[in-house]
């Protein structure tokens, strides 16, 4: 089955690239060297999922790379070095990539892994991308809405027939192959607010992702969403009410004194573990259920954090 986020217990995942320097534009070579060793140590650690940006072109303004390689090919190379880690994109750009390219390629990586992935979905938000594809900004919110409408008809198990939009349409005698495993669909995280209304993301999305905030502000999007949820989806056939999961960003940079009053950086911290899990407690207890950690702004070696990590962190919030 795909990567499903349990939602009555909060769980941790790691932002790639988790090797290749500091930088916003990570060292390739190091990377390349390094990537499958440290995928395999974070799996060992504990670490729920790994998260893959889609950043298709390096924009000046932005000076950000993500992981250099292309998600989903970076996803099945880690396939092949890993055996139970959640692999996922954070967030694949719908408004830049053919629905049915999407849906094949995260089917692929699905089948490759055995079952671990889910994609997280945005719009894009860098202007200098839409014509080099050539794509229209102004058109985003409803390319991504249709988007998603395309690629989860795809999925479907036997041959769909979909409504024409603006991205085609197929009919009896045309089927996308291979299907997800199980013939369950990959979950669709949507991330921020893709110009969509909060009750279309609670209703179409199968939970939400958004970018790291004070806790007072975390409190509010939590209770909203799950507000949302409830409005929109009431209870499953079971009678139970539905609970789609909140999903969050800290940027981390865990310092080796475990009593280390927090710095603060952008979207997270500098601090111990001790206050990291005082913090992550206070995000469990507001209803938060999937954190990822970015650690590009660790001065510590990456692998150093992560046995940290694995010995008293992630067994407190286990896969």
Avoid at 270 to 281: K, N, V
Wanted: glycine letters at 10%.
């Amino acid at each position: 089955m795909p990567l499903h986020l349990p939602t009555d217990r909060m769980t941790l995942g790691l932002a790639e690239p988790l090797s290749g320097g500091r930088g916003p534009v990570p060292d390739l070579q190091v990377l390349l060297r390094d990537t499958a060793a440290v995928a395999k140590h974070a799996e060992d650690s504990g670490a729920t999922a790994l998260w893959f940006r889609d950043v298709p072109l390096l924009v000046d303004e932005f000076r950000d790379a993500g992981q250099i390689l292309d998600p989903f090919t970076h996803m099945a190379y880690l396939a092949a070095h890993t055996s139970s880690i959640g692999l996922a994109t954070a967030s694949t750009v719908l408004t830049l990539r053919h629905p049915i390219h999407v849906a094949k390629q995260a089917a692929s990586v699905d089948q490759l892994s055995g079952g671990r992935v889910a994609l997280g979905v945005a719009t894009g938000d860098r202007p200098e991308e839409f014509p080099a594809f050539k794509r229209r900004r102004a058109d985003r919110a409803d390319d991504f809405r249709h988007a998603v409408g395309y690629v989860r008809a795809l999925w479907r198990p036997g041959t769909p027939r979909t409504t024409a939009n603006r991205w085609g349409g197929v009919d009896m005698g045309i089927e996308m192959l291979p299907k997800p495993v199980g013939g369950s669909p990959i979950p669709l995280y949507v991330t921020g607010h893709c110009g969509q209304t909060p009750e279309w993301i609670a209703e179409h999305g199968d939970g939400w992702m958004y970018y790291g905030q004070d806790l007072d502000t975390t409190a509010k999007l939590v209770r909203g969403w799950r507000d949302n949820v409830a409005r929109a989806c009431g209870t499953d056939d079971g009678g139970v009410d539905v609970v789609k999961p909140y999903i969050t960003t800290l940027t981390l940079d865990l310092l080796p004194d475990p009593d280390a009053e927090p710095k603060p950086l952008r979207y997270g911290f500098r601090a111990g573990r001790a206050f990291l899990l005082r913090y992550l407690e206070r995000l469990a207890g507001l209803g938060v259920d999937h954190v990822i950690l970015g650690l590009r702004a660790s001065r510590r070696p990456v692998p150093d954090v992560l046995d940290e990590l694995g010995e008293h962190v992630f067994p407190v919030y286990p896969r």
